[in-house]
C-alpha cells in the first residue's frame, strides 16, 4: 500500500513566479491536510481537505495561497506570486476518517524562493 | 487553547544511553489524542504512535516506550539503549480542540546520538 506522495520533492522558483505542489493520499483515504515547515521550526497547519471541500482553512495566508483536492487528481496547493519568506518544507498528510484518526505524511516539497 | 511545550529543544547522548523526551500538553478537552512523530535527517515525518487519554498504560514498542500522565499533563517519550539511527526531531502533537481539524504540534525535540 503506497504511502501519501507528494511531488516534486524540491521546488525552486523566483520571486513573483507561481508555485503548485500536489499531493496524493494513501488509498482509501479522503481527507487531506497541508503543513507547512519554516526552518528549525515545527509544523503549522494550513488547511483541510476533503474531495472537493476546504473544510477549514484558518491556517492559509490570505493572500496568493490557495488549495484544492478535486473529485479526480491529486490536491494542489498553490502558491502565487512567491517571495522569499514563503521558503520552507511543506507537508501533505492524509488519514481514513477525520482527526483523531492517524495523520500520514507524505515526504514534504521543500520550496526554495531565489 | 490547545499546546504542545517540548521544553528540550536539543538533547546529545552516546549510543546505547537510555534518553527521555518530554512533552507537556493543554488542553481544554475531557478526552483527547496525543502523537508522537520523528523526522529523520531525510525529512520525511514518520508516524510513532497515537494514544488516547482513557489509557494511561504505559506502551512499550520495542525499544521505544511511552509514559502518559494524565495528572501532569505530559506524554514523554523514552529510547532506551539509544542507536545513531534515532538521531532525529522528534514531535508531540495532539489535535485541535472542538472542530478536530488539525494537529498542533510542538517545537520538537532534536536528538543526536553519537557513536
Known amino acids: 500500500n503506497a504511502g501519501v506522495m507528494q511531488n516534486p520533492r524540491h521546488l525552486v522558483r523566483r520571486r513573483g513566479q507561481e508555485a503548485r505542489l500536489r499531493c496524493s493520499p494513501m488509498k482509501g483515504h479522503s481527507h487531506v491536510y497541508w503543513y507547512r515547515q519554516l526552518p528549525e521550526e515545527g509544523l503549522k497547519f494550513m488547511v483541510y481537505?476533503?474531495?472537493?471541500?476546504?473544510?477549514?482553512e484558518s491556517g492559509m495566508p490570505k493572500e496568493r495561497f490557495s488549495a484544492e483536492f478535486p473529485k479526480e487528481g491529486p490536491s494542489i496547493l498553490r502558491i502565487q506570486q512567491v517571495v522569499r519568506g514563503d521558503s520552507a518544507a511543506y507537508f501533505c498528510?492524509?488519514?481514513?476518517?477525520?482527526?483523531?484518526?492517524?495523520?500520514?505524511f507524505g515526504p514534504g516539497t521543500r520550496l526554495t524562493v531565489l | 487553547a490547545q499546546k504542545v511545550t517540548q521544553a528540550q529543544t536539543e538533547i546529545s547522548v552516546v549510543e546505547k544511553e537510555d534518553v527521555t523526551l518530554d512533552c507537556v500538553y493543554e488542553t481544554r478537552d475531557t478526552t483527547y489524542y496525543l502523537f508522537w512523530y520523528k523526522q529523520p535527517p531525510s525529512g520525511e515525518l514518520v508516524f510513532l504512535i497515537r494514544r488516547n487519554s482513557f489509557d494511561e498504560q504505559n506502551e512499550i514498542s520495542g525499544r521505544y516506550s511511552w509514559n502518559f500522565q494524565k495528572s501532569t499533563s505530559s506524554f514523554n517519550f523514552t529510547i532506551t539503549a539509544s542507536q545513531v539511527v534515532d538521531s532525529a526531531v522528534y514531535f508531540c502533537a495532539l489535535p485541535n480542540s472542538g472542530g478536530y481539524n488539525k494537529l498542533i504540534f510542538g517545537a520538537g525535540t532534536r536528538l543526536a546520538v553519537h557513536p
Open positions: 481537505l476533503q474531495k472537493e471541500n476546504i473544510i477549514d
Open positions: 498528510a492524509s488519514s481514513r476518517f477525520p482527526v483523531p484518526d492517524t495523520q500520514y
